[in-house]
C-alpha cells in the first residue's frame, strides 16, 4: 500500500473519532439542560414576580414587585434600590384586582403612584438658572 494513502486514512479515522465524541459530549449536555430544567419547574413557585416597571429615566425606574404575597413599590437607581411603599392590599391595584392588565399601563402606574403618595406629579414647573447670580456668588 502507499505510506500517503495510510496517513490520510489514519487523520480521517481521528478527526472522525473527535467528531463524533464532541457530538456525544453535546448531546448529553443539551439532555441535562433539559431535564434539570423541566424537573426544577415543577416543585417550584415564583416567590419574587415583577409586576410592573415605570422608567423615571434611562437609569432610574419605579418597580412593583410581589414578593410572598405582598405588594412593595421600590425605586431603583444605578447606586441603590429604595422601598418606597408597601401597598396592603390586592384590590390597591387595578390590574391585580380584576384579573386583567389596563389598557394604558402607564397611566394605570401613575394613577395608583399619585394615589398612594398623595400628589400629582404632573404639576412640576421647569425652573433656569441665572448664571449672573451664580457668578456673583
Known sequence: MNPDADIWIAFARTFGVLFMALALLLLVFY????????????????????????????????????????TILIGVTPNQISKIAVLEKRADIPALSTGSAPKDTDAGFSALLNRKLGHSFSGFKKTTIDTDKVKDA
Open 31 to 70: 439532555l441535562i439542560r433539559r431535564f434539570l430544567a423541566a424537573r426544577g419547574k415543577e416543585g417550584t413557585r415564583d416567590l419574587i414576580r415583577v409586576l410592573t416597571v415605570h422608567h423615571l429615566s434611562p437609569k432610574e425606574k419605579l418597580v412593583l414587585v410581589t414578593v410572598l404575597d405582598e
